[in-house]
């Protein structure tokens, strides 16, 4: 049997039903590193604070920097048996030492270690997190630069709306992208606390220094209360909370392009090398890839279900329970990073259907509010200019007709404030080119937002 960091009051040994059933060493062993840097760090300070002398705090952190050399090489033997990645490092540590690893968890508890462990290992996932967003906001930009000038049809409840340029649309993508971004830098800055020196609950009355430790692991501050400190997870909480509104902006775009690419729409032309084919329909040419970065959401905010209803109730200060804030926490996170790692070259390889779009772009009801706009213009009031165009595309629109075939005659017919120039804003270059207001779809306003989003994002 493993040998426990607590079996000593104990006059029997734990069932193995029991060992297995609360082992988490099959998952917290991605916290090793953590784990050994941390402990590191301690070691160093309690051979400052003379709480263990310095000859066995050498020894001890000279066994600890092999253990990482191994595990940095892919040496290191994780134990099955371990109950938790501490207690690996622990027994692992022994092996090499001797007795004198024993004094590694003087000060300090299970508690405060594994939030100590997390918060390093999200402090380095949410860096490569915010890197990866950036480097698919770069994809978009450029796709958009590329394609500055092409308009296609808005749409609202998936109707055909108004024109916009393509290059709008998918700035509506970065702009959400950075709110993700800085959303998840934010958390990082309010996990970004020591908790090393809580212990299980109350601190400790052995002279530790928590600002030596919080200095050689780069921590911004120190928890201030040792109870909230190792019963909270509000930290995991907020980044699982972002990154399943980060998913939900990736599964909308994702819904977007698998829109697009449909013969319905025909907007793009999704990469073979990010679609399948079916098994029976020899024409088949599926948006797969797509399809399961939209269906990956479901996973992403299951885990935070996950953990906020672990949460729930929960009496101060730790309990076991905690235990499993981290399945849900890897899942999220490791889905995440897979989701933006294909979705970047993806975005790379679409392929823009121009003439298809050009066609979509005759249908006049795209111009129905610059009509609207044309007569408010000419001192006509909202409701009536709203009511005007109504008749108008009732009479005609909505019978097959065209606006543009309107004699002057016809057109005075529904407004003696309507004149032939009318028919000059049903094209869609016009019509984007109306557009005036700050953030909208005018090209000038949109090439402005192109650079701007250029030099940030550099």
């Known amino acids: ?123 380095d996932e949410i860096n490569i997190l915010i890197k990866l967003i950036a480097e698919l906001q770069k994809t978009i930009l450029r796709f958009a630069k590329d394609n500055q000038k092409i308009i296609i049809p808005g749409y609202t409840h998936l109707q055909v709306a108004q024109c916009v340029l393509l290059a709008h649309h998918l700035l509506a993508y970065i702009e959400g992208l950075e709110r993700d971004k800085q959303r998840l830098f934010e958390a990082e800055k309010r996990l970004d606390r ?79 090398t990010f679609c399948t084919g079916s098994s029976i329909m020899p024409h088949k040419k599926n948006p797969d890839v797509l399809e399961l970065i939209r269906a990956s959401v479901g996973k992403i905010q299951a885990d935070f279900s996950s953990v906020l ?29 897979d989701i933006l790692e294909v979705f970047i070259p993806l975005f790379k390889n679409i392929t823009i259907k121009k003439e298809t779009i050009s066609a979509k772009l005759k249908d006049e009801s795209l ?9 408010i213009k000419k001192g006509v009031s909202y409701r009536e200019a709203h009511d005007i165009v109504g008749r108008m595309v009732r009479d005609t629109l909505d019978k097959g007709k065209k606006i543009s075939d309107l004699s002057e005659t016809q057109l005075k017919a529904y407004s003696l404030k309507l004149g032939p120039d009318v028919k000059e804003i049903l094209n869609a270059g016009k019509s984007v080119n109306l557009k005036k207001s700050f953030g909208s779809t005018n090209p000038r306003q949109v090439a402005q937002q192109l650079n701007k989003w250029m030099k940030k994002l550099k």
């Not at 033997?77 to 690893?101: C, M, T, W, Y």
């Not at 692991?217 to 909230?228: A, K, M, Q, V, Y």
């Not at 949460?311 to 499993?324: A, E, H, I, T």
């Not at 111009?367 to 007569?375: A, N, R, T």
């Open 1 to 123: 049997m493993t040998k426990k960091l607590w079996g000593t009051r104990f006059s029997k040994s734990p069932s193995p039903l029991t060992e297995k059933f609360t082992s988490s060493i099959s998952f917290d062993q991605r916290l090793a590193k953590y784990d050994i840097l941390g402990s590191i760090a301690h070691v160093q300070m309690l051979g400052r604070q003379k709480i263990i002398s310095a000859k066995d705090a050498k020894i001890i952190i000279k066994g600890l920097d092999s253990l990482l050399s191994e595990l940095n090489h892919g040496k290191f033997k994780f134990d099955p048996k371990a109950e938790d990645i501490h207690s690996n490092i622990q027994q692992a540590l022994f092996k090499k030492v001797g007795r004198v690893a024993d004094k590694l968890h003087t000060a300090r508890s299970r508690n405060d270690q594994i939030v100590l462990d997390v918060k390093m290992y999200l402090k």
């Open 194 to 272: 020591l908790p090393l020196g809580a212990c299980a609950l109350a601190g400790t009355g052995l002279a530790i220094d928590r600002e030596f430790v919080r200095r050689r692991l780069g921590f911004r501050h120190l928890t201030e209360n040792s109870i909230d400190t190792v019963s909270d997870r509000d930290y995991i909480l907020e980044v699982l909370a972002d990154l399943s509104i980060l998913a939900v902006h990736l599964s909308r775009m994702a819904e977007d392009l698998i829109l697009w690419s449909t013969k319905e729409f025909n907007f793009i032309d999704i990469d073979y």
């Open 309 to 337: 209803i672990l949460m729930k109730g929960l009496p101060l200060s730790y309990n076991r329970d905690l235990q499993l804030d981290k399945p849900p926490l890897f899942d999220a996170i490791d889905t995440i990073k």
């Open 367 to 375: 111009f129905s509010v610059d009509i609207v706009e044309y007569l």
